[in-house]
Each structure stands twice: as structure tokens, then as C-alpha cells.
């Protein structure tokens, strides 16, 4: 080996168990490699990997079998190191052989046991260049993604912070910075951490190269968000699989997505300006609002696509009022008369605004016509009413109020008549948005003790069938305010757009 120095592990290192089909299973010894106690072929592969280490290179070539990392059970070779507390896994990955399958992966993991079923997350680099934060909530459920928008990065990096996990790439320069949406998963401690390889084939085994690999942990402990830097990501949830795909990551708070009629790209909200990006990822362009420069996360498309309502503060003494620009920007025309008023639906045929407006200081749903007029008042019970928008077919109109309490989702005719109420659950829910055939309802979820919708903090998005009134929870995430205030529906109604966010400790990124 040329003097190398080499820990190279194969199969004395294991005890191999038979099984009633013949294939191969194993159970480790406690023999270090490198950073890592131990290694194991986790779940039931036909071929045996094995893990040789270069102590001068830091590096770890893995051969890994395994007919997937996937849905309820894994199949690959780990090599491991328990641990507690946060933790940050950083390394160069590269593949050996150019002609593997295109599915194969070599990860950085975090996992809570060495069962093939077991709860974990992981940054995942495919043998296509994908990378993507792969995760498993609970034991034997299905496994989810969050993919990046990057392809092919060189290192890559899983960081454990409290409950959350999130996926960091490096640029060109070597520093780093997170790479999409982070997961909130319940891990007991200790839990395993470490580097595997599977080669999505079961009768193959392939081999990366993990190098400069860097361990560390940390005393886990709350954020301050004075004390570390905000980043925004805007993603792309398909609602049948639950698998999420980040278009575009910046260092500051941006807010509420809509999906233009196109189906092509998508509108946020920055720094009072309103932008637009492609559902593919690039740079965002900023639309002409005219003196509309002040503009709020309460804004949406007209049905024809023609037009855009925004909800902007350059005015009446800065109290928010809602206008409508052509969709491809120009002079606003003011709609609400009276302030503060906050645009959240469009009835089906276009002629109809729903907002939220504070009178005589309370908050309730009214409605005016999109050429102007008289604004109509449709709630009146005590507390803030908020949310408004229509049903597809122009006959309901879905909202959120707290006048049971806490922050329920409510409906009512578009009238206003006929008032009742629709999620009866202890925690707090917010802006009800539907599918375009009208048969699905996503919302945002807070905990029961949080008051108001504020930003940064422990969020679900849920998804109920109105048929059945069941309850799915695609996912679980860092948000609030500007996660998801205005519709973000597809126009196909496969997938939605939301924005999540992420504190980082200023000292975190880097390389």
C-alpha cells in the first residue's frame, strides 16, 4: 500500500447471520474506523460491504450493496459514531466508476438506530448529481425529500440542531451555506452518526470516496435571533408524495408565494418589492408597482391572470390598502377606500375582492368589487377574523377566526351567511388555501400556546379532504408569518408553493 497508513475492514470484522432466503446479514464488532466506532451493512443486502480508511486524507473508501434507501426500510453499508447533542457531519463525496446507477448514494447520516426501518436524516448524493435532505419521521414510515438546487456539489454537510436538520453545500469559494428547507424530526439520545453508500441495486456493489470528513458536536441551544443571520427558502411541495424541492435560498426574509396561471413561475414578496422567479430556480426580477414600494406578503393573481392585487403601506400614513397592477406591472389602482385593509381572495369570476379590514379596532372579513366601490362587511364576531378566500366554484368562502378561543378555520356562504365552523383541533390554524378542483384544503398550523400568526417558530402544514374532512400533515418545518399567507396552489393542483426559514448562527457558515 505504499506506506499508507490503512484500517481496512471486511468480513472478520463481522458475524455473518444466515437467513431463510439465503442472503446476508450483519452485526458489527466494536472495531474503529477512523472518526467512526464502528461499520455495518444495515438491513438485508446480497454482498457485504466493507470501509477502508486513510488516516493522512481523512479519507473513507465505502462499498456499499443495498436494493435502496427508501419508503419504509434501508438497505446499505454505515459506518458509525453514537452521539448527542448537536451535531454537524461535513465531507467531499465523489463516486468510484462512471457507469453505476444513476439512483446510487452516498450519504452523511443521522440516524436513531441501526434498524433498517429506523427513523433519521441524511444528505444524500445520488449517482445523477441530485442532492437531497432525505428523511424518515418515525419508525417503518415512508422516507421524504427535500432536494436542493444544486447539482453534483463536491462537499456537503448535515447539520442537527435541536429537533431541526438541514442540508449545507459549499460554493465555488468553499463556504458554506444551507441549501434548502430543514426537517423537524424527534430523535432520542444518543442516536448514530456517520457516512454509507447504497448502491440501489442488489446485486451490485458500488464504492465512493468520503474525504476531509469533519465530525463535531455542540451543546444544543436555542438561537437568538440577534445572535444569527436569517435564510429564507422558497419551495415546492408535491402533495402526493410529500417531497419537497428548494428553487431559491437568500440570506434575508422574503415571503408568500403565488403560482402564476402559467404554471411557470412563481411571485414573492421582498423588502416592500414583489418579485418574480421561474418554478425552475434563477435570479428574481423585481415587478413595477409604481409608487407601490411598501408592498406586504397579502397579494394574488387575478383568475384570468391578468391582474395582480397587492396590499402596499407607501400611503395613509403608512397603513396598508389594497391595489391592483397589471400582472406585468405598471401604475396601481387603488380598490379599499378605508385603511388598514390586507387583500387575501379573488371570487371565482373575478369581479369580487375578499380582505381583511381593522374598523373601530376590530378585525373582520369584507369584500368590494375589483372596479371599486363600497366594501362589504361579512363577520362580526368579537376577535380577528382573517384569511378570506373563495372556494373554487364562487360559493364559499374559507377563513380563519379566533372567536372560539384560539385560531380555527371557519367557512361561510360569500354572503356572509351561514357561518360554521371547520378544524376543531387545540392548536392554531391559519389561511385555508385550496386545490383547483376545490376537493383539497392546505393550511398552516401553530402549536396551542402560540398567540397571533408570528414569525419564526415550530409550524406544520396540514392538508385536509373536504370530502372526508381527514387530516394529512405533509410537513413540518421553521415558519409563520410569510410561510404560506396567500393561495400558492399549482395550476394543476399536483404540487404548492411555500417559503420556510432558518436561523443560523452567525459563526455557523463558512467553510
Given at each position: 500500500m505504499h506506506g499508507k497508513k490503512i484500517a481496512w475492514l471486511t468480513l472478520p470484522a463481522f458475524v455473518l447471520l444466515l437467513v431463510a432466503n439465503g442472503q446476508q446479514s450483519a452485526v458489527p464488532t466494536a472495531t474503529p474506523v477512523g472518526l467512526f466506532e464502528s461499520h455495518a451493512d444495515v438491513g438485508t443486502v446480497l454482498h457485504a460491504g466493507w470501509v477502508e480508511y486513510d488516516a493522512a486524507k481523512r479519507s473513507y473508501t465505502i462499498a456499499g450493496s443495498g436494493e435502496n434507501m427508501w419508503l419504509g426500510s434501508d438497505a446499505f453499508q454505515f459506518a458509525w459514531k453514537k452521539m448527542s447533542g448537536d451535531v454537524t457531519l461535513t465531507a467531499d463525496i465523489s463516486f468510484l466508476g462512471e457507469r453505476g446507477n444513476e439512483h446510487r448514494k452516498a450519504?452523511?447520516?443521522?440516524?436513531?438506530?441501526?434498524?433498517?426501518?429506523?427513523?433519521?436524516?441524511?444528505?444524500?448524493?445520488?449517482?445523477?448529481?441530485?442532492?437531497?435532505?432525505?428523511?424518515?419521521?418515525?419508525?417503518?414510515?415512508?422516507?421524504?425529500?427535500?432536494?436542493?438546487?444544486?447539482?453534483?456539489?463536491?462537499?456537503?454537510?448535515?447539520?442537527?440542531?435541536?429537533?431541526?436538520?438541514?442540508?449545507?453545500?459549499?460554493?465555488?469559494?468553499?463556504?458554506?451555506?444551507?441549501?434548502?428547507?430543514?426537517?423537524?424530526?424527534?430523535?432520542?439520545?444518543?442516536?448514530?452518526?456517520?457516512?454509507?453508500?447504497?448502491?440501489?441495486?442488489?446485486?451490485?456493489?458500488?464504492?465512493?470516496?468520503?474525504?476531509?470528513?469533519?465530525l463535531k458536536s455542540a451543546e444544543a441551544a436555542a438561537v437568538a435571533a440577534a445572535?444569527?443571520?436569517?435564510?429564507?427558502?422558497?419551495?415546492?411541495?408535491?402533495?402526493?408524495?410529500?417531497?419537497?424541492?428548494?428553487?431559491?435560498?437568500?440570506?434575508?426574509?422574503?415571503?408568500?408565494?403565488?403560482?402564476?396561471?402559467?404554471?411557470?413561475?412563481?411571485?414573492?414578496?421582498?423588502?416592500?418589492?414583489?418579485?418574480?422567479?421561474?418554478?425552475?430556480?434563477?435570479?428574481?426580477?423585481?415587478?413595477?408597482?409604481?409608487?407601490?414600494?411598501?408592498?406586504?406578503?397579502?397579494?394574488?393573481?387575478?383568475?384570468?391572470?391578468?391582474?395582480?392585487?397587492?396590499?402596499?403601506?407607501?400611503?395613509?400614513?403608512?397603513?396598508?390598502?389594497?391595489?391592483?397592477?397589471?400582472?406585468?406591472?405598471?401604475?396601481?389602482?387603488?380598490?379599499?377606500?378605508?385603511?388598514?385593509?390586507?387583500?387575501?381572495?379573488?371570487?371565482?369570476?373575478?369581479?369580487?375582492?375578499?380582505?381583511?379590514?381593522?374598523?373601530?379596532?376590530?378585525?373582520?372579513?369584507?369584500?368590494?368589487?375589483?372596479?371599486?366601490?363600497?366594501?362589504?362587511?361579512?363577520?362580526t364576531a368579537p376577535g380577528l377574523d382573517d384569511g378570506p378566500e373563495y372556494t373554487p366554484d364562487g360559493k364559499h368562502i374559507y377563513f380563519n377566526s379566533e372567536r372560539t378561543g384560539h385560531m380555527q378555520i371557519w367557512r361561510m356562504r360569500a354572503d356572509g351567511s351561514e357561518q360554521e365552523q371547520v378544524t376543531f383541533g387545540e392548536e392554531n390554524d391559519w389561511f385555508p388555501h385550496f386545490s383547483p378542483d376545490g376537493q383539497q384544503m392546505v393550511f398552516l398550523t401553530y402549536d396551542a400556546g402560540v398567540k397571533g400568526h408570528p414569525e419564526n417558530k415550530d409550524v406544520t402544514l396540514r392538508m385536509m379532504t373536504l370530502k372526508d374532512k381527514k387530516i394529512t400533515v405533509l410537513a413540518k418545518l421553521f415558519g409563520g408569518q410569510g410561510t404560506m399567507n396567500v393561495p400558492s396552489w399549482s395550476p394543476d393542483g399536483k404540487q404548492f408553493a411555500f417559503v420556510s426559514y432558518h436561523l443560523v448562527p452567525k459563526d455557523s457558515a463558512g467553510k
Amino acid at each position: 500500500m505504499h506506506g499508507k497508513k490503512i484500517a481496512w475492514l471486511t468480513l472478520p470484522a463481522f458475524v455473518l447471520l444466515l437467513v431463510a432466503n439465503g442472503q446476508q446479514s450483519a452485526v458489527p464488532t466494536a472495531t474503529p474506523v477512523g472518526l467512526f466506532e464502528s461499520h455495518a451493512d444495515v438491513g438485508t443486502v446480497l454482498h457485504a460491504g466493507w470501509v477502508e480508511y486513510d488516516a493522512a486524507k481523512r479519507s473513507y473508501t465505502i462499498a456499499g450493496s443495498g436494493e435502496n434507501m427508501w419508503l419504509g426500510s434501508d438497505a446499505f453499508q454505515f459506518a458509525w459514531k453514537k452521539m448527542s447533542g448537536d451535531v454537524t457531519l461535513t465531507a467531499d463525496i465523489s463516486f468510484l466508476g462512471e457507469r453505476g446507477n444513476e439512483h446510487r448514494k452516498a450519504v452523511l447520516m443521522i440516524r436513531q438506530t441501526l434498524d433498517a426501518d429506523s427513523p433519521y436524516a441524511d444528505v444524500a448524493l445520488h449517482g445523477s448529481g441530485l442532492t437531497s435532505l432525505q428523511y424518515r419521521e418515525e419508525k417503518s414510515a415512508a422516507t421524504h425529500e427535500i432536494q436542493a438546487n444544486i447539482s453534483a456539489p463536491a462537499r456537503v454537510r448535515i447539520e442537527k440542531r435541536g429537533a431541526y436538520f438541514s442540508m449545507w453545500l459549499a460554493d465555488a469559494s468553499g463556504e458554506f451555506r444551507p441549501a434548502g428547507g430543514s426537517t423537524r424530526i424527534a430523535l432520542k439520545e444518543p442516536f448514530y452518526v456517520g457516512i454509507g453508500v447504497c448502491s440501489h441495486d442488489k446485486d451490485v456493489t458500488e464504492k465512493a470516496v468520503l474525504s476531509n470528513v469533519d465530525l463535531k458536536s455542540a451543546e444544543a441551544a436555542a438561537v437568538a435571533a440577534a445572535a444569527s443571520t436569517l435564510y429564507s427558502t422558497l419551495e415546492i411541495i408535491t402533495v402526493a408524495s410529500m417531497d419537497r424541492r428548494a428553487i431559491y435560498v437568500a440570506p434575508e426574509r422574503f415571503e408568500a408565494p403565488n403560482w402564476m396561471p402559467d404554471g411557470k413561475n412563481l411571485l414573492f414578496n421582498r423588502n416592500g418589492r414583489i418579485e418574480k422567479i421561474p418554478v425552475t430556480g434563477g435570479t428574481p426580477q423585481v415587478l413595477d408597482t409604481g409608487f407601490a414600494t411598501r408592498c406586504n406578503n397579502d397579494h394574488g393573481i387575478s383568475p384570468d391572470g391578468t391582474q395582480l392585487a397587492i396590499s402596499d403601506n407607501s400611503r395613509e400614513d403608512h397603513q396598508s390598502l389594497v391595489y391592483i397592477v397589471p400582472i406585468g406591472g405598471g401604475a396601481p389602482r387603488r380598490i379599499a377606500q378605508k385603511s388598514p385593509s390586507y387583500w387575501h381572495g379573488w371570487s371565482p369570476d373575478g369581479k369580487t375582492l375578499a380582505f381583511v379590514g381593522e374598523r373601530n379596532g376590530e378585525f373582520d372579513i369584507y369584500t368590494i368589487p375589483a372596479a371599486g366601490g363600497a366594501e362589504t362587511r361579512l363577520t362580526t364576531a368579537p376577535g380577528l377574523d382573517d384569511g378570506p378566500e373563495y372556494t373554487p366554484d364562487g360559493k364559499h368562502i374559507y377563513f380563519n377566526s379566533e372567536r372560539t378561543g384560539h385560531m380555527q378555520i371557519w367557512r361561510m356562504r360569500a354572503d356572509g351567511s351561514e357561518q360554521e365552523q371547520v378544524t376543531f383541533g387545540e392548536e392554531n390554524d391559519w389561511f385555508p388555501h385550496f386545490s383547483p378542483d376545490g376537493q383539497q384544503m392546505v393550511f398552516l398550523t401553530y402549536d396551542a400556546g402560540v398567540k397571533g400568526h408570528p414569525e419564526n417558530k415550530d409550524v406544520t402544514l396540514r392538508m385536509m379532504t373536504l370530502k372526508d374532512k381527514k387530516i394529512t400533515v405533509l410537513a413540518k418545518l421553521f415558519g409563520g408569518q410569510g410561510t404560506m399567507n396567500v393561495p400558492s396552489w399549482s395550476p394543476d393542483g399536483k404540487q404548492f408553493a411555500f417559503v420556510s426559514y432558518h436561523l443560523v448562527p452567525k459563526d455557523s457558515a463558512g467553510k
